[in-house]
């Protein structure tokens, strides 16, 4: 692009946003230009901030007569290195609109903008006796357009699904300004093909999500978790049926603490106090949510005595109120404040079969001190669901070594048929390692989509493809 076309743009762009939303320069702060591990640092020629639909499509449709790529924001808080802009790149912040639209007690849905913070769908529904079930750890500075563009999938996968299984219909723009409007709030719509599911899971590169119709569920009036400590992974995933057959539709979390993960958090993680003295090796966290009050804890309560009975768990810690509750859910939670206090760790986010994970669990430590015997590694998942997250620090070159790492710890995914990716998408650092999970057919389908959708390749280059 010439100078003079540059200018014409960036003149244009300003005229769309108007001055509250465009920043430029120094102005631009570096959470718009670092994801949360910091891991690249390119400020954006101009950072977009758009108040509405309209806008968005007006921004796109003059980048793509321009030629211009645009990186697409949202809280920031991805490891994938896909919401960053690269050289040259303008960026495009949802974060002014964060408007709840409506709330419908009668089909249960909310709609919301897309750059409404996690945290506030939950609240609001929560202030209607309602309950939107998509939870994780960075809830108070995700949103929800970025939750939707990876599929975000969090703590309660095991009972509601991922962040797709949520949705009934949404509002795309695609890269040349066209909006399709799919804001519908039907549970029942065989009108062809389900739209909403290209844009869900794409990471913004087939079309910008800027509103969506979120499912709600009821509030469930009884909650209880335990945290038991279990002496191998074949009791772990015996614990998980044994759970799955006796609380059924109740179960609504299952997450696995390794030893290794459980020894950082005591060690590194001040605020958190650890539950339980054992030493065993692996930490299970089990939650129940239900509507029988009363009825629920005392079932919670027998389910834990029969897998105790069964040499399933060797040690339990149980909470029914709310403040204990909160605790445990901490032990877990602090699994992902290791690094802001240990320096950078290359973080993975995988799924395998749970019949493989225990195996998985020592080759991948057995593999990576093979090569680097000082390692600190640490893992941790929703194991409910097949999801393991694995943290690494090698020293201060951790960053630099990042390939070596993925190649260990992907080349033994491929070997398991898992995904390299879970929940938290592709973006760039995992697009070297797509094929491990994906077919020569899958991708070629794939760049098919995106040639179609964005044939100027100008929405987040460079992103899963």
């Known amino acids: 692009m010439s100078d003079q076309d540059k200018a014409a743009l960036l003149d244009t762009l300003r005229d769309i946003v108007g001055p509250a939303g465009c920043l430029e320069g120094p102005d631009i702060e570096p959470r718009h230009y670092q994801d949360v591990l910091g891991a690249r640092a390119e400020a954006p020629m101009i950072l977009l901030r758009p108040a509405n639909t309209e806008e968005v499509s007006a921004i796109l449709k003059a980048c793509h007569a321009y030629l211009q790529p645009v990186a697409v924001q949202g809280g920031m808080t991805g490891l994938v290195s896909a919401a960053a802009p690269r050289q040259g790149e303008v960026a495009i912040s949802l974060e002014r609109m964060r408007r709840i639209i409506e709330i419908?007690?009668?089909?249960?849905?909310?709609?919301?903008?897309?750059?409404?913070?996690?945290?506030?769908?939950?609240?609001?529904?929560?202030?209607?006796g309602l309950l939107f079930p998509l939870d994780l750890g960075a809830r108070g500075s995700c949103t929800i357009g970025g939750n939707l563009s990876t599929n975000a999938g969090g703590n309660r996968v095991i009972r509601y699904g991922m962040t797709r299984d949520l949705v009934l219909g949404l509002e795309a723009v695609l890269a040349d300004g066209t909006v399709i409007d799919g804001l519908n709030k039907l549970r029942k719509n065989n009108t062809g093909y389900d739209l909403k599911q290209l844009f869900i899971g794409s990471e913004g590169t087939l079309g910008l999500i800027t509103r969506a119709v979120i499912k709600l569920l009821p509030k469930p009036s009884s909650q209880a978790v335990a945290l038991c400590a279990v002496s191998d992974f074949?009791?772990?995933?015996?614990?998980?049926?044994?759970?799955?057959?006796?609380?059924?539709?109740?179960?609504s979390a299952f997450e696995v603490i390794w030893r290794n993960t459980w020894e950082l958090i005591d060690q590194h993680v001040e605020h958190v106090s650890m539950p339980l003295q054992s030493e065993q090796p692996f930490f299970v966290l089990v939650e129940?949510?239900?509507?029988?009050?009363?009825?629920d804890a005392e079932l919670f309560l027998q389910v834990l005595e029969s897998?105790?009975?069964?040499?399933?768990?060797?040690?339990?810690?149980?909470?029914?109120?709310s403040e204990r509750i909160r605790k445990l859910w901490a032990v877990r939670d602090a699994a992902?404040?290791?690094?802001?206090?240990?320096?950078?760790?290359?973080?993975?986010d995988v799924s395998l079969n749970v019949g493989d994970m225990?195996?998985?669990?020592?080759?991948?430590?057995?593999?990576?001190?093979?090569?680097?015997?000082?390692?600190?590694i640490g893992l941790f998942g929703h194991i409910g669901d097949g999801n393991v997250h694995i943290l690494?620090?090698?020293?201060?070159?951790?960053?630099?070594?990042?390939?070596?790492?993925?190649?260990?710890?992907?080349g033994l995914i491929q070997e398991l048929k898992g995904s390299v990716s879970a929940e938290h998408g592709i973006g760039m650092l995992k697009k070297p390692f797509l094929s491990c999970s994906r077919s020569t057919e899958e991708l070629a389908l794939m760049r098919s989509l995106k040639q179609n959708l964005d044939p100027q390749g100008i929405l987040n280059p460079g992103r899963v493809l």
């Open 392 to 410: 690494v620090r090698i020293g201060p070159d951790t960053r630099e070594l990042h390939l070596q790492i993925d190649e260990i710890v992907y």
């Open 234 to 251: 074949e009791r772990v995933a015996d614990l998980l049926v044994h759970c799955q057959a006796k609380l059924g539709a109740n179960l």
């Open 358 to 376: 225990g195996y998985f669990g020592e080759e991948v430590e057995k593999r990576l001190r093979q090569q680097w015997p000082e390692a600190i």
């Open 307 to 321: 897998a105790s009975e069964q040499g399933l768990i060797s040690d339990v810690v149980v909470a029914g109120d």
């Open 288 to 295: 129940s949510m239900g509507s029988h009050g009363d009825k």
């Open 336 to 348: 992902a404040e290791i690094y802001p206090v240990l320096g950078y760790m290359h973080t993975f």
């Open 104 to 128: 419908d007690p009668y089909t249960a849905t909310m709609t919301v903008e897309a750059g409404v913070p996690l945290q506030s769908i939950q609240e609001e529904a929560e202030a209607h």
